[in-house]
T-cell receptor, first 111, second 116 residues
Framework: DQQVKQNSPSLSVQEGRISILNCDYT??????FLWYKKYPAEGPTFLIS?????DKNEDGRFTVFLNKSAKHLSLHIVPSQPGDSAVYFC??????????FGQGTTLQVKP | NAGVMQNPRHLVRRRGQEARLRCSPM?????VYWYRQLPEEGLKFMVY????????ESGMPKERFSAEFPKEGPSILRIQQVVRGDSAAYFC??????????????FGEGSRLTVL
């Protein structure tokens, strides 16, 4: 049962342009949605989150949009930088406390 | 304030041996989660523990895997009679509130298990 899905395994963008990473979910009970960034051989690090009662949260170059009716969220990175190249995991958290992650999207930002 | 500490960072075992992975949560955190990342796959939830209690083990394989978080000391993920398919990166995460406030979990660097 894949509760969180990231259907794009990879994304390549040019430095300075916008990166848009997408995520779909099926569990309506999630209270929070979070994005984590992961470099090879390192642990995931928290990037940004959004409460299920909001539709947008912004932090610097990162903005997360939530469309509850479509059960879809997206992460926008603008402008993209080469250091943003990593694997991005979308996750949902509900009343059990555990985070359920999607499969991840590998972002490559080309100089 | 040290982050989540996992050891060993790398572990090599032969088939049939036991693997023990340890996780010390961040100071003040009493909720621990274990995740597994198989090669070319995402992060899969395994188990959620509080001190001396298993809260949710719905992601744990039915056999050979066990986890504990004793009153004193680190959390331990134990894999008995390892097989090649157990080769993966195992990540531990901790939270002060069980993720109920913001959902945020703090992850360690991971332990990479290789089964020969």
């Amino acid at each position: 049962d894949q509760q969180v899905k990231q259907n794009s395994p990879s994304l390549s963008v040019q430095e300075g342009r916008i990166s848009i990473l997408n995520c779909d979910y099926t569990n309506s009970m999630f209270d929070y949605f979070l994005w984590y960034k992961k470099y090879p051989a390192e642990g995931p690090t928290f990037l940004i989150s959004i409460s299920s009662i909001k539709d947008k949260n912004e932090d610097g170059r990162f903005t997360v949009f939530l469309n509850k009716s479509a059960k879809h969220l997206s992460l926008h990175i603008v402008p993209s930088q080469p250091g943003d190249s990593a694997v991005y995991f979308c996750g949902g958290s509900g009343n059990t406390g555990k985070l359920i992650f999607g499969q991840g999207t590998t972002l490559q930002v080309k100089p | 304030n040290a982050g989540v500490m996992q050891n060993p960072r790398h572990l090599v075992r032969r088939r049939g041996q036991e693997a023990r992975l340890r996780c010390s949560p961040m100071k003040g955190h009493s909720h621990v989660y274990w995740y597994r990342q198989l090669p070319e796959e995402g992060l899969k939830f395994m188990v959620y523990l509080q001190k001396e209690n298993i809260i949710d083990e719905s992601g744990m394989p039915k056999e050979r895997f066990s986890a504990e978080f004793p009153k004193e000391g680190p959390s331990i993920l134990r894999i008995q009679q390892v097989v090649r398919g157990d080769s993966a990166a195992y990540f531990c995460a901790s939270s002060p509130t069980g993720g109920f406030n913001t959902g945020e979990l703090f992850f360690g660097e991971g332990s990479r298990l290789t089964v020969l």
